[in-house]
């Protein structure tokens, strides 16, 4: 499976925009970028995906670099709620969510 | 409805016996995941299901039976387990196994083997 490289924790303030980045210089034309959030005490939550665009949903943008080895995460004004760890997975073919470790988002208010 | 749900919440039992975890969605997803969360650490795949057929065993110890009576149904079976099988278990569902697709995480129920 290929890697992510993350950073093990990050720190912002509450309303400020947070750049999660992820490094993933292994990656296969067909690999997918998900990510995904722990809040604690509960079960992961999907927050967004994409292959070669860059994508926006609800939750989060995701900017992918041209090369796609690397992409970021980007909380646009967070929230005490957005403290949480965040993965960063690359999904291929083969059916399988392969977690790392993950960064600790930590928001001071 | 983007739910999965998950019973028990929570589950104390001993080495000698047997016990079941169970896992529902009504979302019409094709497939469905089993997950394994020692403390601190992250999720660790179990068991993948694929149109209701298993697809996917991580080398997992045959004390964990899982098993996808239906669609919509995902249990693990539990037998003899050891203390070290403590964590949390969690369930996921798909729409179908293939990348482009998101996964959905129940809460989890969390083992202590005694």
């Known amino acids: 499976d290929a890697k992510t490289t993350q950073p093990n924790s990050m720190e912002s303030n509450e309303e400020e925009p947070v750049h999660l980045p992820c490094n993933h210089s292994?990656?296969?034309?067909?690999?997918?970028i998900h990510w995904y959030r722990q809040l604690p005490s509960q079960g992961p939550e999907y927050v967004i995906h994409g292959l070669t665009s860059n994508v926006n949903n609800r939750m989060a943008s995701l900017a992918i670099a041209e090369d796609r080895k690397s992409s970021t995460l980007i909380l646009h004004r967070a929230t005490l709620r957005d403290a949480a760890v965040y993965y960063c997975i690359l999904k291929e073919g083969a059916q399988k969510l392969v977690f790392g470790q993950g960064t600790r988002l930590t928001i001071n208010p | 409805d983007t739910e999965v749900t998950q019973t028990p919440k929570h589950l104390v039992m001993g080495m000698t016996n047997k016990k079941s975890l169970k896992c529902e969605q009504h979302?019409?997803?094709?497939?469905m995941y089993w997950y394994k969360q020692k403390a601190k650490k992250p999720p660790e795949l179990m068991f993948v299901?694929?149109?209701?057929?298993?697809?996917i065993n991580e080398s997992v110890p045959s004390r964990f039976s899982p098993e996808c009576p239906n669609s919509s149904l995902l249990n693990l079976h539990l037998h003899a387990l050891q203390p070290e099988d403590s964590a949390l278990y969690l369930c996921?569902?798909?729409?179908?196994?293939?990348?482009?697709?998101?996964?959905?995480f129940g809460p989890g129920t969390r083992l202590t083997v005694t």
């Open positions: 996921a569902s798909s729409r179908t196994p293939g990348p482009n697709y998101e996964q959905y």
């Open positions: 979302m019409g997803h094709r497939a």
């Open positions: 299901y694929s149109y209701e057929k298993l697809s």
């Open positions: 292994t990656i296969s034309g067909t690999d997918y």
